[in-house]
């Protein structure tokens, strides 16, 4: 095994079992075991589908309820304790939770790891020798550091994927923190070159699954329409006139409604009488 050793041996046993199963399926054990691992990666996002669509509705609500968060944020602005104390409590009343759009996310990390050990393991390098290749890469279980020209087309293939998936997700979310998110692939490619080809092969399948997902989703739950401004105008003006107009009605509420009330009969007769004259 890898020095690294972070994910607990069953669970990489379970995977290269389900590895092996896909291996098998493909091509009667004689497949590509680049199908395998994208396979592998259908396996994964299945197992955590539920998870996702929950998120979905979590994140839905707080695009909802961010009025009314970003209000508790402006009253409390000076006092950083104060703010997030409003703001727990705030979220338990309207039981909601802030990090369950992030599960999904980040429940596909152990996975990522355990594929990067099991790559490295000596019983993956075993079953795959002798059928290392897949389409233009020359070995599965290797960087692509000595086939610049498909590191390259791969490189560009992850960041493409990568950054159309986080903006199909992140639509309509913080702005800031979607810069940062957009950033991210370009401060990862230092990493990935030296992963091994199949760990290049999962993240792009996973990134395209995502698309994939995303649009599906968004057919299945439309992002709800936010007219908050609005409502809390409507609301004001509401309050507004029912403090200001009397119960028998009169001058005041005709005042908060927008109109200026009629002259009296008498005042008209007035008139009428100066002309007269």
Same mark, same amino acid.
């Given at each position: 095994? +890898?020095?690294?050793?972070?994910? &607990? ?20 054990? +004689?497949? $590509? ?8 990666? *259908? ?6 589908? &539920? @998870? ?5 509705? $979590? ?6 309820? !961010? ?5 508790? !944020? ?24 802030? @990090? ?14 355990? @594929? #990067?050990?099991?790559?490295? $393991?000596?019983?993956? !390098? ?5 059928? =290392?290749?897949?389409? &233009? ?23 493409? =994927? ?23 692939? #370009?401060?990862?490619?230092? #990493?990935?070159?030296? *992963? ?8 792009? +399948? =996973? ?6 997902? !995303? @649009? ?46 009629? &002259? ?14």
């Amino acid at each position: 095994m +890898t020095p690294l050793a972070i994910i &607990p041996q069953p669970f990489l046993n379970v995977l290269e079992d389900v590895l092996q199963f896909w291996h098998d399926f493909v091509g009667g054990g +004689t497949g $590509s075991w680049g199908w395998a691992i994208i396979l592998l990666t *259908f396996t994964i996002r299945i197992l955590i589908l &539920p @998870l996702t669509f929950k998120s979905v509705k $979590s994140m839905q609500k707080l695009q909802v309820l !961010q009025p009314e968060m970003k209000k508790i !944020q402006e009253r409390y602005k000076g006092d950083k304790q104060r703010m997030n104390q409003e703001m727990m409590k705030f979220y338990q009343e309207n039981k909601v939770n802030p @990090l369950g759009s992030c599960l999904p996310l980040l429940l596909q990390i152990p996975f990522f790891i355990a @594929l #990067f050990e099991l790559l490295r $393991s000596d019983s993956f !390098q075993s079953d795959i020798a002798g059928n =290392t290749s897949f389409g &233009p890469i020359n070995d599965l279980a290797a960087p692509l550091t000595d086939q610049p020209v498909v590191l390259a087309f791969m490189i560009v293939l992850y960041v493409a =994927t990568q950054l159309i998936a986080t903006l199909i997700t992140s639509i309509g979310g913080d702005k800031t923190q979607q810069r940062i998110m957009l950033a991210l692939p #370009f401060v990862f490619v230092v #990493f990935i070159i030296n *992963f091994e080809a199949g760990l290049i092969v999962y993240w792009i +399948t =996973t990134n395209v699954w995502t698309i994939g997902q !995303q @649009l599906v989703v968004r057919k299945m739950y439309p992002r709800p329409k936010l007219e908050a401004d609005g409502d809390v105008a409507t609301g004001a003006a509401t309050a507004l006139v029912g403090k200001s107009k009397p119960a028998a009605g009169g001058e005041n509420g005709s005042a908060a409604s927008g109109k200026v009330p009629p &002259p009296s009969p008498r005042k008209r007769k007035k008139k009428r009488s100066g002309r007269r004259r």
